[in-house]
T-cell receptor, first 113, second 113 residues
Framework: GIQVEQSPPDLILQEGANSTLRCNFSDSVNNLQWFHQNPWGQLINLFY???GTKQNGRLSATTVATERYSLLYISSSQTTDSGVYFC???????????????FGKGTKLSVIP | AAGVIQSPRHLIKEKRETATLKCYPIPRHDTVYWYQQGPGQDPQFLIS???????DKGSIPDRFSAQQFSDYHSELNMSSLELGDSALYFC????????????FGPGTRLTVT
């Protein structure tokens, strides 16, 4: 199956700092999504970004599908940004009816005041 | 905007008992997915339904079964519960299948004692 690797696995930031999270995947994909899992366990959709660049407030994401990676940028980090950030992909050549998301192991972000 | 609804949010069961988790997708979404997230793990795909038919199957134990009803809500039935079934269970929905953005519910936290 498709391999999804996220880096770094852990990240500690001072409030106000910027960061870049990376997601590498091993095959072509139909779908790529970034999620934030908050300390209460909820998975929050951040971006649906199979290709290109998107921005939403202090967050932005870029996927370069031809080179099989995606980046999530967090600027001016806040303590509420703490949690685990997951990248998840849907295999491109998945055949009829196979549209599951495969998740990476996540990046655990801690933002300290 | 309406989101995916899951019930119950928390469930405590004893070993060998049964549990039923319910999922109500976003209105007009025709595809439902179930994922299981163990402690400290990334979410793992269990099963999906498109237009009330099973569309894909992942690492779902034989003790688990699921279905999608005529109103598109879905239920995950879990029997002979084991301690290892303790996890967060997420339901997600999408409009259409391949390449469609998946929207996740808040999850059901199942604890088996």
């Amino acid at each position: 199956g498709i391999q999804v690797e996220q880096s770094p696995p852990d990240l500690i930031l001072q409030e106000g700092a910027n960061s870049t999270l990376r997601c590498n995947f091993s095959d072509s994909v139909n779908n790529l999504q970034w999620f934030h899992q908050n300390p209460w366990g909820q998975l929050i959709n951040l971006f649906y970004i199979p290709s290109g660049t998107k921005q939403n407030g202090r967050l932005s994401a870029t996927t370069v599908a031809t080179e099989r990676y995606s980046l999530l940028y967090i600027s001016s980090s806040q303590t509420t940004d703490s949690g685990v950030y997951f990248c998840a992909v849907e295999l491109g050549d998945s055949g009829a009816g196979s549209y599951q998301l495969t998740f990476g192991k996540g990046t655990k972000l801690s933002v300290i005041p | 905007a309406a989101g995916v609804i899951q019930s119950p949010r928390h469930l405590i069961k004893e070993k060998r008992e049964t549990a039923t988790l319910k999922c109500y997708p976003i209105p007009r979404h025709d595809t439902v997915y179930w994922y299981q997230q163990g402690p400290g793990q990334d979410p793992q795909f269990l099963i999906s339904f498109y237009e009330k038919m099973q569309s894909d199957k992942g690492s779902i134990p034989d003790r688990f079964s699921a279905q999608q009803f005529s109103d598109y809500h879905s239920e995950l039935n879990m029997s002979s519960l084991e301690l290892g079934d303790s996890a967060l269970y997420f339901c997600a929905s999408s409009s259409g299948t391949g390449g469609s953005e998946q929207y996740f519910g808040p999850g059901t936290r199942l604890t088996v004692t």
